[in-house]
């Protein structure tokens, strides 16, 4: 068992539970919450999505990669960066302000308009925690942030289901993120030492530092704002050429990839950047890493998503209900986009780590401008279509990203492919088998829970059998840390 998997193992747990504790947490009051409210008031949100992502990119303006990846950080450094969040945070809600009733206008929604205004609140909320996430990143302190991202969650999904069962419809989703953000922001501040000077004093700002940071989060925003524009452009397309019902089924069906494939790739991007960064200056070794962490990440990637996809259909409906049925088919296509997502994450994090932004950059306009291919399919022929599209994107994007990652590590696309393949394969045959259930003629619970558990029997024997060299090694490093922890107890009750 290597020490670099040991290291990124330790460092991700935090993160990786973190996530998926609160994903698992907003996955619960989605359910709950999906039961209550109509497809339609869902879809509501999804049509201000965009603005709102555009917004948060803004007033991080990949600075906070920017002070992680700085080897000494000086308060001036933390100070520049705080106030320049808070700044840009009232423009960008002021904006949002102004621009509520063009956008509810634009979706012919009257309702956009309060909905928009208030929703904007939270972008100020969320800029003045930004700064203490970093002090807590740079320490490799997870653990603490993962508490507080459950909490805060798990008291705005309260409040909204309590709000939706009074009747407030979309303003319970509304309220749930501004009470989910103002409680995390709040603990952040509580837990994290570092507080900024007086914004009159002279090392409130430095021209120094802003420049020096900016240097490099410059080309992290600007790739940021191109990826989210793109990323978020089928919220605008479905919510404007078709109905806010479609958008509705469409962020439900969204919701169930991103609860395992981009809450993973945000746990695994977090917790190997700070350790890959130590390893900057040493190809050979950051390749090593590298190779190890990305195989590691594909095994996992693609053995959830093509599993999810297998039981998508029981899966919804045993959930959410007959209403939200239409939503399988963008699961499953979702599914096989959000396989790529960690790969994409990892090769990014190389870019990142060797202070190549500019060719994140460069990457990302290459990637953007093929992704406006299922733009037009959307809106021309068909949602499905466009997702189909955006399928083919997302491959020919990972060999943009691999082109890059490959000039400086010498780890090629092909060489990515001739790991990917076997596992994708292999997955996929697992998955076709476990498709096969929801043919059974019982009702969609006990074909849910048939999938499950025989699902991961199967996974498990099959990777055990062919003696999958990534399974095996998280397998042995999870039942040691399992151990390990089992024993601190008994020495603790000792």
């Known amino acids: 068992m290597g020490e670099l998997t040991v290291k990124t193992f330790n460092g991700a747990k935090w993160s990786l539970a973190g996530n998926v504790t609160t994903a698992l947490v907003s996955f619960i009051v989605g359910i709950v919450l ?18 709102i992502a555009i ?18 950080v000086s308060e001036k450094d933390y100070n520049t960066i705080f106030y320049f969040n808070i700044a840009i945070s ?14 509810a206008h634009f979706y012919n929604q009257p309702l956009l308009v309060p909905v928009t205004r208030v929703f904007a609140i939270t972008l100020i909320i969320n800029a ?14 997870f653990k603490t942030q993962a508490w507080v991202n459950i909490i805060s969650t798990l008291f705005g999904g309260i409040i909204a289901i309590f709000l939706a069962l009074k009747g407030f419809g979309v303003w319970s989703l509304v309220w749930q993120q501004i009470i989910k953000q103002s409680i995390n922001t709040l603990l952040i501040w509580i837990f994290c030492s570092w507080r900024p000077v007086s914004p009159f004093s002279h090392d409130a700002f430095s021209r120094e530092s802003f420049k020096d940071l900016f240097g490099f989060g410059s080309k992290l925003l600007a790739s940021g704002l191109l990826g989210t524009l793109f990323d978020n452009a089928a919220y605008i397309i479905i919510g404007k050429v078709y109905s806010p019902t479609q958008l509705g089924l469409y962020t439900r069906g969204e919701q169930f990839p991103n609860f395992l494939s981009t809450n993973f790739s945000y746990a695994v991007q977090r917790a190997t950047f700070p350790t890959l960064s130590t390893m900057q200056d040493d190809k050979s070794r950051l390749k090593g890493a590298f190779v190890r962490v990305f195989r590691s990440v594909l095994l996992v990637s693609v053995s959830l998503c093509l599993f999810l996809a297998a039981i998508a259909k029981p899966l919804i409906i ?60 959307g809106i021309f022929v068909s949602i499905k279509a466009m997702l189909i599209a955006m399928i083919v994107v997302s491959i020919l994007s990972l060999y943009v990203n691999c082109w890059c990652e490959n000039k400086l590590l010498g780890y090629s696309f092909w060489e990515e492919m001739r790991d990917f393949l076997p596992v994708f394969g292999i997955a996929f045959l697992i998955a076709l088998i476990i498709l096969c259930v929801q043919f059974l003629p019982v009702n969609c619970y006990i074909q849910l829970a048939i999938q499950v558990t025989g699902g991961c029997a199967l996974f498990h024997f099959i990777y ?20 390990k922890n089992n024993n601190n107890e008994k020495f603790e009750q000792e």
């Open 318 to 377: 045993s959930l959410l209900g007959v209403k939200w049925g239409g939503s399988v088919i963008y699961l499953q296509l979702l599914c096989f986009i959000a396989v790529f997502f960690p790969l994409h994450a990892i090769n990014l994090n190389v870019l990142q780590v060797k202070g190549r932004s500019d060719w994140i950059l460069g990457a990302e306009f290459i990637k953007r401008g093929m992704s406006v291919i299922p733009i037009v399919i």
């Open 34 to 51: 999906a039961r209550i409210l109509s497809v339609e008031q869902y879809g509501f949100l999804g049509m201000i999505a965009i603005f």
């Open 464 to 483: 055990t059998w062919i003696k999958q060299p990534q399974y095996i090694e998280l397998k042995e490093l999870a039942l040691s840390y399992l151990k």
């Open 55 to 72: 917004s948060n990119a803004f007033i991080d303006s990949g600075f906070s990669n920017a002070l992680i990846r700085k080897k000494e």
């Open 90 to 103: 009232f423009l960008s809600f002021i904006l949002l302000f102004f621009l509520a009733v063009p956008i």
């Open 128 to 141: 003045l925690g930004l700064v203490q996430v970093v002090v807590f990143t740079r320490r490799v302190d």
